[in-house]
């Protein structure tokens, strides 16, 4: 039998891991809400274990060598495991602080992973074409993931119910295959030292594009949370869908998200660039503020489909153009920032959510469309920069 090459190796490890996160994490907020835990307390939850996330993250990257990393990996998919396993015993259990304690390792976990698997695969091999297939595997095996659970969810198999906790259990299991994977890979253990260059601060602070695409790239994060932060108990509570209806919503409404973005790519991207960023942005922050004026669960509903419709496309114009004009050197520690970045935007945005989540529907997407001018705003100023810089 024909070996598998190592990177396809890491792509199948990644698969199954975004199995693992699509058919647990889409449930995560709904299992909380099942041990008694309200809105605003599992908000702080996913807040603090992203923010936790954020701190560990960097010092991942600052002190952790390329050559080092799979072993860091391994440990971390273990610590996971063992957690997700404890996490299901814990179901239905008053030990609610053990339960805190034990989502926030979660979290912690899976972004560790999410951010780290790319950098592992450079050490094997560091192509285009490679990173757009490991985008391309996980988004895809994590809606994989999720169409499993919107498929099962409620229904009887063998006389078992597959409810919240059942999901966890299988989610852990392809975890176990996605940990037994990575041990069998082999990666470089020796990597080219001027390949690789941690990126200082004044190399970011002399470029003003990078600095304002970093501010940027927080305040449409905190924009996006702070409406969609909390988007399965939006769903099931506000507007009463069934857990499963929920799912196969957010399932279609992402995959049809990709396929519009490849789209988008190849035939639909404007010429001019403010066009773009008008229609990625301009329409969302429409939608919301007539959401928030209105009050209207129809008009929000659509504005919420806009914004998980256009989420993926426009990225060669709102992102690539601007991580493109570093080095190859600095490409993967930067790369550690903007995910730093956005998981910071992401702790901000959910603990607002679950704020304004009490408060009323109307309110999450009115203080988002007040982010959102500032995103915008910023977004323009960087096309004029460019522009005046070409």
Same mark, same amino acid.
């Given at each position: ?12 490890m990644l698969?199954l ?6 058919l647990?994490g889409?449930f ?5 809400q099942?041990n008694?835990?309200a ?20 010092l ?6 390329l ?6 990996l391994?440990?971390?998919l ?6 997700m ?11 609610i602080?053990?339960i805190?304690?034990?989502i ?16 592992l695969?450079?050490?094997?091999i560091?192509?285009g ?5 490991r985008?391309?595997?996980e ?16 229904k009887?198999?063998?006389?078992l119910?597959?409810n ?6 299988l989610?852990n ?34 470029d ?7 501010i ?12 969609l932060?909390?988007?399965m ?11 499963n ?5 957010l ?6 998200a ?9 035939? /639909?991207?404007? &010429? ?6 008008? #229609?990625?942005f301009?329409? $969302?922050? !429409? *939608?919301?503020? +007539? ?8 008009i929000?509903?659509?504005?919420i ?5 256009i989420s ?13 004009? /570093?080095?190859? &050197?600095?490409q993967l520690?930067?790369?550690? #920032?903007?995910?730093?970045i $956005?998981f !910071? *935007?992401?702790a +901000?945005g959910?603990f ?8 009323g529907?109307r309110y ?7 982010f959102m001018?500032?995103?915008?705003s910023t ?5 004029y920069?460019r &522009?005046?810089?070409k």
């Amino acid at each position: 039998m024909k070996k598998i090459k190592n990177e396809n190796q890491m792509l199948i490890m990644l698969a199954l891991f975004s199995i693992s996160v699509g058919l647990w994490g889409n449930f995560r907020q709904l299992w909380l809400q099942d041990n008694n835990f309200a809105v605003t307390n599992i908000s702080n939850i996913l807040s603090i274990g992203t923010l936790i996330s954020v701190i560990i993250i960097g010092l991942i990257g600052k002190y952790v060598k390329l050559n080092k990393l799979k072993n860091t990996l391994v440990i971390v998919l273990l610590v996971k495991f063992l957690n997700m396993f404890w996490l299901y015993f814990l179901n239905g259990t008053n030990y609610i602080e053990l339960i805190r304690l034990s989502i926030i390792i979660d979290i912690v976990t899976e972004y560790i992973i999410i951010t780290s698997i790319y950098p592992l695969i450079t050490t094997i091999i560091k192509s285009g074409t490679i990173y757009s297939k490991r985008r391309l595997t996980e988004y895809l095996f994590r809606d994989v993931g999720i169409l499993f659970g919107g498929v099962f969810i409620g229904k009887s198999i063998a006389g078992l119910i597959i409810n919240y906790n059942t999901c966890l259990f299988l989610a852990n299991i392809f975890l176990m295959f996605s940990l037994f994977i990575l041990l069998n890979i082999k990666v470089n253990n020796s990597t080219d030292s001027n390949e690789y260059k941690e990126i200082s601060s004044k190399y970011i602070l002399k470029d003003k594009l990078l600095i304002l695409y970093l501010i940027y790239t927080l305040i449409g994060t905190i924009a996006m949370s702070t409406a969609l932060g909390l988007k399965m108990l939006t769903l099931t509570n506000y507007f009463s869908f069934s857990d499963n209806v929920a799912t196969n919503y957010l399932l279609v409404i992402g995959l049809l998200a990709d396929i519009f973005g490849i789209i988008a790519l190849k035939y /639909l991207t404007p &010429k001019n660039d403010y066009l773009t960023i008008t #229609i990625k942005f301009g329409i $969302r922050f !429409l *939608g919301y503020v +007539i959401a928030f004026m209105s009050n209207n669960l129809l008009i929000t509903l659509i504005a919420i489909t806009w914004s998980i419709f256009i989420s993926t496309a426009y990225e060669n114009i709102c992102d690539a153009v601007y991580i493109n004009r /570093l080095e190859n &050197k600095y490409q993967l520690s930067f790369s550690n #920032i903007c995910h730093i970045i $956005r998981f !910071l *935007g992401e702790a +901000i945005g959910v603990f607002l959510c679950g704020i304004m989540y009490e408060i009323g529907l109307r309110y999450m997407f009115g203080l988002s469309a007040l982010f959102m001018i500032f995103q915008i705003s910023t977004a323009y100023y960087m096309i004029y920069l460019r &522009k005046r810089e070409k």
